[in-house]
């Protein structure tokens, strides 16, 4: 009778921690969306505010008299041609998405399903790229752009980044679970090396691509110190430049520098909204057998 009755109460005992755990990780995880969001939201509310209301004490955080005259500000200075730079930024960020989606796809098959000599050892190579920060080959990257004449280019901006080793990594660990006999079919119904890709690999790639172009566009975006060094024009400067500029020009003037700050990342923000479940499931399937 003893072992009836404890084989009976166990399953009660684990039902009633169940409702115990899931609070608790609710309670984690809206903590860490109030970290994350509090800051966001503190300088969307600043840039809301008259400048009189901002520096006062103590503070409030939302607005008791809401203004849009920071953003109006902004609009009508003629030393920010928004539309530049925001051109700037997206040409540079999707240049880099397109390139790094094709060379980082195309490595990733190759890496995956061809044999040759000394494939593990250059994919070693590769991988020792993660560990290398990039402020080490910051002035070997400077000295061919001089070379090729790209200083001061938004082109220059892209090509050192053309060849992604996390890209590479990521679309390997995927395309490593294609099955061999799909690809060996679309070999015998006479279809190339590259129209096997372009055919076979690639429509399967949704989730891989969408995931690695979403990181690509927010590093891009959010690039600071190579376009520090690159550009030395004005009217190529990049919205992160723009950002730190702007900030300078204004530093007495919080409600200017918040409304800067979200007029930089609404677009990124905009983006990640509308994809986040790409991310979510390209994550989640990479590296699955």
Do not use: C
């Not at 094709?102 to 061809?114: D, H, M, P, Q, V």
């Amino acid at each position: 009778m003893s072992t009836v009755q404890l084989t009976t109460r166990a399953p009660h005992h684990r039902r009633s921690s169940r409702p115990l755990a899931r609070i608790l990780t609710y309670a984690i995880l809206l903590l860490g969306l109030a970290v994350t969001l509090v800051p966001f939201i503190w300088i969307l509310m600043t840039s809301l505010k008259p400048a009189s209301e901002i520096v006062r004490i103590p503070p409030t955080f939302f607005p008791e008299q809401w203004t849009f005259n920071s953003y109006q500000t902004i609009f009508a200075d003629p030393k920010v041609p928004l539309a530049r730079f925001y051109l700037n930024s997206t040409f540079v960020a999707v240049a880099r998405v397109a390139i790094t989606l094709f060379t980082s796809s195309l490595a990733g098959y190759i890496f995956a399903k061809y044999t040759f000599r000394g494939k593990n050892l250059l994919f070693g190579f590769i991988l020792i790229q993660l560990m290398i920060p990039f402020q080490v080959v910051m002035i070997p990257a400077y000295l061919i752009l001089v070379q090729l004449r790209l200083i001061d280019s938004l082109w220059g901006l892209v090509i050192p980044s053309m060849v992604d080793a996390f890209g590479i990594f990521l679309m390997r660990q995927f395309i490593s679970t294609f099955p061999n006999d799909l690809i060996d079919a679309a070999r015998i119904d006479g279809a190339s090396e590259f129209g096997v890709y372009r055919r076979v690999v690639m429509p399967n790639l949704g989730a891989p691509l969408a995931t690695l172009g979403i990181f690509t566009f927010m590093a891009t975006w959010n690039d600071y110190l190579w376009p520090l060094i690159v550009i030395t024009t004005h009217e190529k400067r990049t919205l992160p430049l723009l950002l730190t500029w702007y900030t300078s020009q204004h530093s007495q003037r919080y409600d200017l520098t918040m409304a800067a700050s979200i007029l930089v990342l609404l677009p990124i923000l905009v983006v990640y909204i509308f994809f986040q479940r790409w991310i979510v499931r390209g994550v989640a399937l990479t590296g699955m057998k």
